[in-house]
């Protein structure tokens, strides 16, 4: 994964992520077309496929519907980095196959612009900006192998032990 930073602050809640006035819809281009609509209007003219969302402590907080993190993949954000997560978001995340990376110090330095890139075998976060690197925890195998499915239905459907 490699893309320019977006940067945001502690408590970017769902409703900010993909405002409520639509999620009546259920075509994923329409709703990624919101993405980040509240938090910053022009997010969705600006930024670009590949691109990395960087923000403080609790991101994704509020109501816990699945659309928050499904704007943000199909808008075509590579991942997202922050302080910490609300616990639902980061589960729905995992669900649905956006990678999340938790990271202190990658999202108090890094700046908005940057060119990052991430190297998910050595849990790294480079910073090709300012030749910085940052780690982070890494994911469990099954963790892991979900994203990597693009999702937990789709790792379901191809774990050898699913059975039909």
Do not use: Q
């Not at 769902?14 to 009546?24: K, S």
């Not at 938090?39 to 590949?50: L, N, Y």
């Not at 908005?112 to 090709?128: C, H, N, P, T, Y």
């Amino acid at each position: 994964m490699k893309g320019i930073i977006w940067k945001y602050g502690d408590n970017v809640n769902t409703d900010e992520i993909i405002p409520a006035r639509y999620l009546n819809t259920t075509d994923l281009k329409e709703l990624s077309s919101h993405c980040m609509e509240d938090i910053d209007p022009d997010f969705v003219r600006k930024a670009k496929k590949g691109d990395i969302i960087i923000a403080g402590e609790n991101f994704g907080c509020g109501s816990s519907r699945e659309h928050a993190p499904l704007s943000i993949k199909h808008f075509g954000i590579s991942c997202v980095i922050a302080k910490s997560f609300a616990r639902i978001f980061f589960r729905n995340a995992i669900n649905i196959g956006l990678p999340i990376f938790e990271s202190e110090n990658a999202a108090i330095e890094i700046n908005e612009g940057d060119e990052v890139s991430i190297d998910l075998d050595l849990s790294k976060i480079i910073d090709m900006t300012t030749k910085k690197e940052y780690s982070f925890s890494p994911f469990p195998d099954e963790m892991k192998g979900i994203i990597e499915a693009g999702g937990l239905m789709e790792y379901v459907v191809r774990s050898k032990h699913f059975k039909t």
